[in-house]
């Protein structure tokens, strides 16, 4: 288990996944404003670790306010809340768990609770969302693990590990299981640019776990696939439309596409805090769009000439008709995706896997 977002006294502890895999640092943020820059610039990334960072930031925003007054507590934390709102566009968690701290807020606010109280409330309900992101990582693992074959050659997009969520992952996560059913699998990393999650992240993790991990550069899929050398594709998600449709990092939809047309299962794993209902299909996903320096530099060594246009979108929407099966926390989702992700909300129905 990597301590991704952990709350250490009146800190939230993360480790710096920009410095990663040469040096393993951690960046002690002691204010809100600290944890939603280092949510910006990617020290903590990965849809289900924002959404987990963002909540314990708010939690950790309100511990240290000064207000006396629960309206002048209301205020800030309404403002903490925007702060929050602010840093990454895409990743749907994010919003999830923002909304979660609201509502946590005004129950403490018509109970009548005094400020104390409500700061014991917000710290509460921040560990929850970063205590259930890791069992429904670990539940996604065992239903994943599933429709892994024995000796499968996985292939992975970015980083969906642990890095990219309170812990165990969800891509990873059901690597992570299939491996804990004691499969036998080996994993292909494409190293994903500009940002290198799979190069850097994925494989570092996989490294450490004993799991055989092949790095590759993302124009290599493809051949790999003609070659027969990928049984599987999994990927996690920023971001899952009513209708399956969903927004992962930038490059996910080629390999959907290449994956179709070499009759490769593709797999989305991700929680449903992940699954927005209120954006009906991937046209309405706001796409984040990043610094052109992440294309046209690397560790200070400038990639391409001076006034060279670059268009950097952080991630790319893959149709749901690519799609094989969404894993979830409750199971495995199958196409129509308009029915079985409302079905995955009602607790009350099972999901057909």
């Given amino acids: 288990m990597l301590p991704t977002v952990a709350r250490e006294g009146d800190a939230l502890v993360m480790i710096d996944q920009r410095k990663l895999p040469t040096k393993e640092i951690y960046v002690r943020c002691r204010t809100a404003a600290e944890v939603a820059r280092a949510i910006r610039t990617m020290v903590v990334r990965g849809a289900p670790a924002i959404g987990v960072a963002a909540a314990m930031g708010i939690a950790l925003g309100m511990r240290a306010s000064k207000a006396t007054g629960t309206q002048k507590f209301a205020a800030e934390f309404y403002k903490t809340c925007e702060l929050m709102a602010a840093t990454r566009p895409t990743a749907v968690n994010l919003f999830w768990a923002i909304d979660r701290m609201k509502r946590s807020f005004t129950a403490a606010a018509e109970a009548g609770e005094s400020v104390d109280q ?9 560990q929850a969302i970063h205590d259930e992101d890791v069992a429904s990582c670990r539940a996604m693992g065992a239903y994943g693990a599933d429709v892994v074959p024995a000796g499968a050659r996985i292939l992975t997009h970015c980083n969906a590990g642990a890095l990219a969520t309170a812990g165990y992952g969800t891509a990873l996560g059901v690597i992570r299981g299939a491996v804990a059913q004691g499969k036998r699998v080996t994993v292909v990393a494409d190293e994903t640019r500009p940002f290198l999650q799979g190069a850097r992240l ?9 799991i055989q991990t092949t790095v590759i550069t993302d124009n290599m899929a493809g051949a790999l696939m003609g070659q027969g050398q990928i049984d599987l594709v999994v990927v996690g998600a920023d971001r ?5 449709d969903t927004a992962n990092k930038i490059g996910t939809y080629a390999l959907a596409v290449l994956a179709r047309e070499h009759h490769i299962p593709f797999y989305v794993a991700a929680p449903l805090s992940t699954v927005d209902l209120t954006t009906p299909d991937g046209q309405h996903i706001p796409i984040e769009e990043r610094k052109a320096r ?9 990639l391409t000439p001076a006034g060279a246009l ?5 991630f790319d929407v893959t149709p749901h008709r690519f799609i094989a099966g969404i894993i979830t926390e409750r199971g495995i989702c199958r196409p129509p995706y308009t029915e079985s992700l409302k079905r995955a909300f009602d607790t009350e129905a099972a999901i057909p896997s």
Wanted: aromatic residues 8%.
């Fill in 118 to 126: 409500i700061k014991d409330r917000l710290d509460r309900e921040a």
């Fill in 202 to 210: 994925t494989a570092w993790e996989l490294v450490r776990d004993g």
């Fill in 240 to 244: 899952i439309a009513a209708n399956g």
């Fill in 294 to 302: 992440e294309v046209t530099h690397f560790g200070g060594n400038q």
């Fill in 310 to 314: 670059v268009w950097n979108p952080a």
